[in-house]
Structure formats: structure tokens, C-alpha cells
């Protein structure tokens, strides 16, 4: 259960640095069809797009280096990195749905895997 657990949320954190890419390197160019942005819109958004990458890639950074943790049987420590990503992303997600209920898509694609990965961690270690 924990290798099911920690494959879903390195699933999140690669969604994550997929996300990662989109905001803070692509925010002007391919990105503009993934958020359906305008040119403009990029340029004024691009800052904060920029910033909020970071946020995304840190998350995905703290699973990374907790899964890596647990390999190397530093159970306690990686346990409490991947959870701590993990909830982090579920957290981002549920904001996300409830500030805008028209992205729930992408919220759900957001959530589910570190929620479901971080549930079979918990169980694992219990």
C-alpha cells in the first residue's frame, strides 16, 4: 500500500511540475491555450503566473525529496514531506473549486491523485 500510495502522489508532484512549467516558463506561449488567455492578458498576468509556479514546483519538490527519504528508510521524515505536499496540493485544489466551481476539471486533476496517494501513505504507516 505505501509503493501505491507514494506512486499517486508522484504522479501529483509530476502534475505539479507540469503546472510549474505552464505558469513560470510557457506562461506567454503555450500556456495561453492551456488557461485560454490573450496575449495581453499573458503579458499583465505573467508576474503572478511566474510566482505561482514556483508555489506548484516547491509542492512537487517536497514529495520528491520525501519519497527519496522513504527509499533510503528515512520512513518518519519522507512520510511527513509526502503527506505534507500531498495535503498541500489537495488544500490548493479544494481552493481552487471553491473560488471558481467552472474549474473543477481542473481542480479534480489537481486533487485526486495527491488525496488518494496521501490516504494509502496514512494507511500504510498506521
Partial sequence: MLVAGLVLTGVAAAIHVYIFALESLWWRTRARAVFGTSPEQAEQTAEMAFNQGFYNLFLAIAIIVGT??????????????????????VAAGLVLVLSSPAKARPALVQLVPPLVGGVLVVLAVS
Fill in 68 to 89: 527519496v527519504l522513504v527509499a533510503l528508510d528515512e520512513r518518519a521524515v519522507g512520510v511527513t514531506l509526502v503527506l505534507t505536499g500531498a495535503a498541500s496540493m
